[in-house]
């Protein structure tokens, strides 16, 4: 079965070809053509106006890279939440129009969970081993951070998530108080790596350190707005930072990494998970991969790291999953909403092996 | 006029204080740099409406969308990641600020202040005194208004 995937829920526009789920013939992002397409090179983020103007040309591409005709697809998956609504209707209305004119289905994909698949297009045996479940994933990036737990028979439960800040937006924003440009999570990575993780003592939010007591209710919650103030006082206090840069980013990323490594661990221990996956865009961090994996080998847990290219925002994953929508006949309509916020009801995964 | 504010959590109540005192339609300014409290000060505005749900940072997202309780919406709008009033008009932000059954509290307004200047919005600015407290500035009648309902604890005027 062939899904044609659409993704326009933040800054890339995105088209894939995937067919059965795993087989991914095709998966064009707009940030990649952009430099053949003539654009220039840039690309003005957020603006639905050039999710407009790229989607016919990027779900051409898709299909000719593929070598698929349009007559040989079989469903259109489309991101339809959460996301930026203008951004969103791009997508929704292209999917739409595109499925009516053919007379095949449209699914609604909500990006969070398309995220999660993204670590099993290529791994999609993990899926089908029972002895994998509960399956705990942690989810982070610019707009997300949480711990989703995922049951043999599809259940899925958001049992953490961040109380202020994503993840991905403290790097963001760290890198924007010492002006080192934007996206901050790539540039810190790299500067980090020369750097000592000791060197400062930044705060971990929730997790009861410094003797703060951890409400029940947030053990598995996250806040990373408070390590984002303690390092502009830090950095307010210094006269010179370049000599200690390294040092400085390489304990404030440790302060965020760690964790959300401690809590994706204490939470797959309490939960009995025996498979953990990283995805999301923050899951590119080197640091963060290196020491989950750690963690996760010393409390004897499998873990499954998401390919960096289905970290960042792809429409591959959300053609993966829109296949186990189709095959299990949960189809959406043409007069399905787009939705900006992320319902945390996750409702039943169509992709666990009880489905 | 000014209000002192000890903490993160008196900001949050003086936030629940101002939404009685603001009305649907109006669009709020929250100016302060990285770290002053404007999200904390907008989750306060969020539970004074009403609003249970997390209230979360919206610089990646841009807007947040949040239904009262009674069927209005409260907009959290972020322009941290939006150059200017172009790029702002691009990405939809005017079907925000025009919503009269909505309150549409913008951070980082600077960065499109020719769409907010006709608006008749609502300026407050949040300012670092230190590690913890923080100055409100807020506009004398909302100030004084502000005033005939009581300032949680925590908060005080320092220049009326």
Not at chain 1, 250 to 264: E, F, N, T, W
């Amino acid at each position: 079965m062939n899904i044609l995937g659409i993704e326009t829920s933040c800054d890339e526009t995105a088209a894939a070809i995937v067919q059965d789920g795993h087989q991914v013939k095709s998966s064009v992002i707009s940030s990649q053509i952009a430099l053949h397409a003539g654009y220039g090179g840039v690309i003005p983020e957020l603006a639905a106006r050039e999710h407009l103007k790229n989607i016919g040309p990027i779900v051409q591409a898709a299909l000719n890279q593929a070598r698929v005709e349009l007559q040989y697809i079989d469903a259109i998956a489309v991101t339809s939440n959460p996301g930026l609504i203008p951004a969103l209707l791009v997508g929704n209305a292209f999917a739409k129009g595109l499925a009516a004119t053919l007379g095949i289905p449209v699914i609604g994909i909500n990006h969070f969970l398309a995220h999660i698949y993204g670590t099993f297009i290529d791994n999609n045996e993990s899926l089908n081993n029972p002895e994998n479940y509960p399956i705990l994933a942690l989810v982070v990036s610019g707009g997300h951070t949480a711990i989703v737990l995922i049951q043999q028979d599809g259940n899925a439960k958001i049992i953490g998530s961040t109380l202020d800040d994503a993840a991905g937006e403290a790097l963001d924003k760290a890198a924007k108080i010492l002006n080192l440009g934007y996206p901050g999570g790539p540039i810190i990575d790299k500067l980090a790596k020369t750097g000592n993780p000791e060197a400062f003592n930044f705060p971990r939010s929730l997790t009861g350190a410094r003797g703060k007591p951890l409400a029940p209710e947030h053990k598995f919650d996250f806040s990373f707005s408070g390590v984002k103030t303690s390092l502009l006082n830090t950095v307010k206090s210094m006269t010179h930072i370049d000599d200690i840069l390294p040092d400085l980013l390489a304990s404030y990323q440790a302060a965020v990494m760690d964790v959300l490594i401690m809590k994706a661990i204490a939470a797959a221990s309490e939960y009995n998970a025996r498979l953990i996956c990283l995805c999301g865009g923050v899951a590119c961090n080197s640091y963060l991969r290196q020491n989950l994996q750690t963690a996760a080998e010393k409390a004897r847990r499998k873990l499954l790291l998401a390919p960096p290219k289905y970290c960042t925002d792809n429409a591959a994953m959300v053609a993966g999953l829109g296949f186990h929508y189709a095959k299990n006949n949960l189809l959406g309509t043409l007069d399905m909403p787009a939705n900006a916020r992320l319902d945390h009801n996750l409702g039943i995964l169509p992709f666990a092996i009880g489905n | 006029m000014k209000i002192e504010s000890q903490c993160d959590a008196t900001t949050q109540a003086i936030g629940e204080k101002l939404a009685k005192l603001f009305q649907y339609g109006q669009v709020v300014a929250l100016h302060g740099n990285l770290g002053a409290g404007k999200t904390v000060l907008s989750r306060g505005i969020a539970r004074g409406l009403g609003i249970t749900e997390p209230v979360t940072s919206p610089t990646f997202t841009v807007a947040q969308e949040y239904k009262t309780p009674d069927g209005h919406w409260l907009y959290h709008l972020d322009m941290y990641r939006i150059d200017d009033e172009m790029a702002a008009i691009a990405f939809g932000v005017e079907d925000y600020l025009t919503n009269r059954n909505a309150i549409a509290l913008v951070e980082w307004p600077e960065r499109i202040s020719r769409l907010l200047d006709g608006n008749s919005c609502i300026v407050v600015t949040i300012n670092h005194l230190d590690e913890e407290t923080r100055e409100l500035d807020l506009p004398d009648a909302l100030g004084e208004k502000l005033l005939q309902i009581g300032l949680p604890e925590g908060a005080r005027v320092i220049e009326p």
